[in-house]
């Protein structure tokens, strides 16, 4: 069964500066999506960036980027100059390539301090 | 929500009685999903529907039970509630399982005293 695993419960940065959430995951596919997702306090589960195992260019939506290392099976977020409406939840999900069904890892809580 | 609404968004009940949390789309997508979020654990898949009538299990399926009788309606049982169901409760659409993009409702937080 595919996992998801971020090692990083908690994480805090500075309002402008950038930080980078980790996520590894374990799949023996070839054909795979990955994403992260942000749930900020009111609880609305927000997609922010969605990459495609195939394609070797790491996905960006504005200040948000990831850095996808397919051989080492790893998915980091990076957001650049963080803002206080990116505190919230990151969920990084994994979904097998014709798959219905989406796999979440524990969540990273961020913290953006003014 | 694009289409999406949950209800009740609030519930508490006594261990022992039965809940029905509903799910109602207007985006005639194929594919709905429940999820369970729990602290420290992330969203856990409970049951998802791939058409009217066609449902299968996630991860978490014991002691829920689910149906759909109509496109837009996915109905999320539990027979019995029990206080580890205590939860929040997601329902999520997507119209293409291949893109696997989920669309999701804004939760229904359930406490079971």
């Known amino acids: 069964a595919q996992t998801v695993t971020q090692s990083q419960p908690e994480m805090s940065v500075q309002e402008a500066e950038t930080v980078t959430l980790s996520c590894t995951y374990d799949t023996s596919e070839n054909n795979y999506y990955l994403f992260w997702y942000k749930q900020p306090p009111s609880r609305q589960m927000i997609l922010v960036i969605r990459?495609?195992?195939?394609?070797?260019q790491n996905a960006t939506e504005n200040r948000f980027s990831v850095n996808f290392q397919k051989a080492a099976k790893s998915f980091s977020l990076k957001i650049s100059d963080s803002q206080l409406g990116d505190t919230a939840m990151y969920f990084c999900?994994?979904?097998?390539?014709?798959?219905?069904?989406?796999?979440f890892g524990k969540g990273t809580k961020l913290t953006v301090n003014p | 929500d694009a289409g999406i609404t949950q209800s009740p968004r609030h519930k508490v009940t006594e261990t022992g009685t039965p809940v029905t949390l509903r799910c109602h789309q207007t985006e005639n997508h194929r594919y709905m999903y429940w999820y369970r979020q729990d602290p420290g654990h992330g969203l856990r898949l409970i049951h998802y529907?791939?058409?009217?009538?066609?449902?299968d299990k996630g991860e978490v399926s014991d002691g829920y039970s689910v149906s759909r009788s109509k496109t837009e309606d996915f109905l999320l049982t539990l027979e019995s509630a029990t206080s580890s169901q205590t939860s929040v409760y997601f329902c999520?659409?997507?119209?293409?399982?291949?893109?696997?993009?989920?669309?999701f409702g804004a939760g229904s937080r359930l406490t079971v005293l």
């Open positions: 999520a659409i997507t119209g293409d399982s291949g893109a696997n993009v989920l669309t």
């Open positions: 999900a994994f979904a097998e390539g014709g798959s219905e069904k989406l796999v």
């Open positions: 529907s791939y058409g009217v009538k066609d449902t």
């Open positions: 990459q495609e195992a195939y394609k070797q």
